[in-house]
């Protein structure tokens, strides 16, 4: 039941013991978040790893993806010790070769193999890895501009993908080294509807969402950050690190399987002029990654936002309309108004600009704001006959701003920008900001671990929740109350924090109705679904939960083999959830439920 393998030098030594249920338990997890529900049955009721204190002791604590990040790890090790003399202070290549590489390492392959049956002697002694010093200015400024690139995208999407490298980077994980493994891209399994409950990690086979409910679609080439649904139409909007937007058409009135059989050909849209294509084929930045997309209310509308702080406006069929070029910086939030005549951007300039989407002009540009801007959000309803919106920023303030009549507006520089308010309350960066349906409440969410509850004129907070314990990073009101098609539902707040939890608010009251927990990783993303009965969350790692609202339970979960979620979004009707993550968007089918 043990293998042990003793390393020594001198009086170090160093034993690691791999014990045979240790192991069981890996592949056992393993083969359930791949989907593969018929061979863990029948693995565990061999092996009896359900049974084992091991299970008991790890079960729920166990990451999602632990077997495959302890190979990818192994198989790092293997590179490094393979560039090393004999003596450790001594290192044959750049210390930095093996993790800049993009050539895969395969675990199969010959230098594998031998480094696993014949380990190289090695003596220990300090050493220690120097910056070099001596790099030219051209060297700093473009690690300069990477590291701004970097803390960019780890507020919208917590993850970078390092240049050269097969691995992503958790940027939103403070004071760590550690490299978290690669996602697995698609998951294959068979429905199971025979076997009994699987009990051991928390989730039964009724919960699990089945394969046959499930279509992945592929053809983005990089990290896909964003996604909507057309507000009428079964027609799917993808935005991703690859400059392109995807348009994937996929009619109600066909089924999962289906659809499997013969998989929608999306219309591929270029966020990129085309003079600088072969600037982007060449080059390893992200100026161009699609960060943020909306359609407008009627659907006649996409907006995208790019890191070249270009926002452009497309129609339904997918032809550009405008470049909306005003920011010096990456767009990581935009809006269209109720009417459809308006489209807010903000931007880590530290402005707010507002366009006249039938022109593709700007009428205003706010500069409210003394950092980064991070969500925009409008107001339903105006105030005092005036169009209002606001803004949150890394300054800690949200800033509430004020239009006036639209064709009055003729000179944005003429037009005054000061905001109507501005509302101090968040300890740390303000991560996000929802008007409620109505109009009449503001919840912002805070690094800062709080949600806070607002009202347009007054000074200090309505309601203050400082139930989570880490950065909160999004929030969103359900699609219910008096000004709602769901009249008699009553309204409710949502907020996702990295401490893995998901949190109903009364905001009536000022109490937390359910703490949701089934995730294990930092929950990015949420959304209600049509008729607000619905929750679902996505987190790193994969996990995919659905969730009743009125009592808090889990309905159905999904786990992705270990490749992040960024963005999940509902159908107009209701009955598909979309979850975009690495590489492809996740389609499921949830008229089920």
Request: charged share 20%; hydrophobic share 35%; net charge negative.
């Amino acid at each position: 039941g043990e293998v042990r393998y003793t390393l020594c030098s001198g009086c170090l030594s160093v034993i690691m013991a791999l014990k045979a249920e240790e192991i069981n338990l890996l592949v056992y997890r393993y083969l359930q978040e791949s989907g593969h529900l018929h061979s863990a049955f029948t693995f565990a009721y061999e092996s009896l790893v359900t049974q084992s204190e091991i299970a008991k002791m790890y079960a729920d604590t166990m990451p999602p993806g632990a077997l495959i990040s302890i190979i990818q790890k192994g198989l790092m090790y293997l590179k490094v010790e393979e560039n090393l003399d004999a003596d450790i202070s001594k290192c044959s290549t750049d210390p930095t070769c093996c993790i800049e590489s993009s050539k895969e390492l395969s675990i199969l392959s010959a230098t594998v193999l031998q480094g696993i049956t014949k380990s190289k002697s090695i003596k220990y002694s300090k050493w220690y890895v120097k910056h070099d010093k001596n790099r030219n200015e051209d060297e700093d400024e473009e690690v300069e501009k990477a590291e701004s690139r970097t803390i960019g995208k780890r507020k919208r999407i917590g993850i970078c993908v390092a240049p050269n490298a097969t691995q992503s980077i958790d940027f939103s994980k403070k004071h760590t080294s550690e490299m978290e493994g690669s996602a697995i891209p698609e998951i294959h399994s068979t429905e199971s509807t025979s076997f009994p409950k699987i009990q051991s990690t928390g989730m039964t086979e009724e919960q699990a969402i089945s394969s046959a409910d499930v279509l992945i679609l592929t053809g983005h080439e990089a990290e896909v950050f964003c996604c909507s649904w057309h507000p009428r139409d079964e027609l799917l909007a993808s935005g991703s690190g690859d400059s392109t937007v995807r348009l994937w058409n996929l009619p109600d009135d066909k089924t999962t399987a289906n659809l499997k059989i013969k998989s929608p050909l999306p219309r591929v849209l270029e966020c990129i002029a085309p003079m600088q294509q072969e600037k982007k084929s060449t080059s390893a930045g992200d100026d161009h990654d699609v960060t943020t997309l909306e359609w407008s209310v009627d659907g006649s509308l996409l907006a995208t936002g790019c890191m070249d702080g270009i926002a452009r406006l497309w129609s339904r069929e997918g032809v550009l309309q405008h470049s909306l070029n005003a920011h010096s910086e990456s767009i990581f939030s935009l809006r269209f108004d109720s009417a459809g005549k308006r489209l807010l951007t903000g931007s880590y300039d530290k402005c707010v600009s507002v366009w006249d989407v039938r022109t593709g002009k700007l009428q205003h540009k706010f500069e409210a704001h003394s950092a980064q801007v991070l969500d925009v959000d409008w107001k339903t309803g105006g105030y005092h006959g005036l169009d209002v919106f606001a803004s949150c920023s890394t300054d800690r303030t949200i800033a509430v701003c004020a239009l006036a009549d639209r064709e009055a507006d003729t000179d944005p520089a003429a037009a005054t920008t000061t905001p109507l308010q501005v509302l101090v309350g968040h300890a740390d960066e303000v991560n996000a900001i929802r008007w409620d349906p109505s109009g009449g409440l503001l919840a912002s969410c805070s690094d800062d671990h709080q949600v806070l509850i607002w009202q347009l004129g007054q000074s200090v907070p309505v309601h203050r929740f400082s139930n989570h314990t880490e950065e909160i990073y999004t929030i969103r009101w359900s699609p219910t109350g008096q000004t709602t098609n769901m009249p008699n539902a009553p309204l409710r707040l949502a907020s996702a924090s990295f401490d893995a939890t998901v949190r109903l608010w009364d905001t009536d009251m000022g109490v937390c109705l359910h703490t949701l927990r089934n995730h294990t990783k930092k929950v990015y993303t949420i959304a209600f679904s049509p008729d607000g009965r619905l929750l679902a969350s996505g987190s790193l790692g994969g996990q995919l939960n659905i969730w009743s609202v009125p009592n808090g339970k889990l309905l159905k979960t999904y786990n992705q083999g270990g490749a992040d979620i960024f963005e999940v979004a509902w159908n107009a009707n209701g009955t598909r959830l979309a979850a975009t993550s690495t590489n492809a968007v996740t389609l499921i089918d949830v008229r089920v439920i």
